[in-house]
């Protein structure tokens, strides 16, 4: 039986687990939370509670991590990667969720998968680092899939722009990539289906855009009043979302379309937030 070992079993990788789990396949995710835990088993997923002992890896055909990497590295190597190491000889498939970010700031220009690493901020240059240390153990040789701004049911600007929160910040030629959940759940699938070890992918629509303008258009879907726009340099926000604004690049999808034969569910915002509102409304 194909069995996936999912640590980290986040937002994306649950979306994966709703492809594959129709397939017959058999998934063993870990969480932390013993009520997240729980709600996993409902669906029919086998949930393990982690940090805390050896993982299953005997078990696994493929292997895929979402953990993101703390001050000190990749804290599922740190744990165990002698162990993975190990079973990198049986294991048919490996992936590893990285992130945009490492390409850094580009002024709006293009990236692709063959870009200088040279990220900005300290959380871009901790993923090029866990990157390098996953690619470094011993035979495993995973897939990278770099990661824009992710949204999807759930993770939608609606809820702001319906509670007035919203605020388009207006920061010029800024732009960002970004990708619907169920489109990285098919570009997984597809890897999955043709691996190619060690090979890295760009997980982005084919529509970077202006943040405001995201919201302007969710706000139109809505028929309410555009947000208010707040410059930049004036805007309250958390060091996480100003470190966003850090970095401004246009991130190019090629491969993932001409190597592993995707077709984008939602290639741009505008078919995204469509199909999140008729999912709230369906």
Known sequence: MK????IGHGYSAQALARVLLPQGWHIIATTRSPEKAAALRAQGVEAILWPGGDLPL??????????APDATGDPVLRAHGAQIAAAAPHLQWVGYLS???VYGDHQGGWVDEDTALTPATARGQARVAAEADWQAVPGLAPHIFRLAGIYG???GPFEKVRDGSARRIIKPGQVFSRIHVDD???VLAASIARPDPGRVYNVCDDDPAPPQDVL???????????PPAVPY?????SPMARSFYAESKRVRNDRIKDELGVRLIHPDYRAG????LAGETG
């Open 216 to 226: 302007s258009h969710a706000a139109q879907l809505l028929g309410l009043p555009e």
């Open 184 to 186: 990285i759940a098919q």
């Open 58 to 67: 005997d078990r696994a055909t493929h292997l895929l991590s979402s953990v």
């Open 273 to 276: 937030l469509a199909a999140l």
């Open 233 to 237: 340099d004036g805007a309250a926000m």
């Open 3 to 6: 069995t996936l070992l999912s």
């Open 153 to 155: 049911p759930g993770r």
């Open 99 to 101: 992130t945009v970010g």
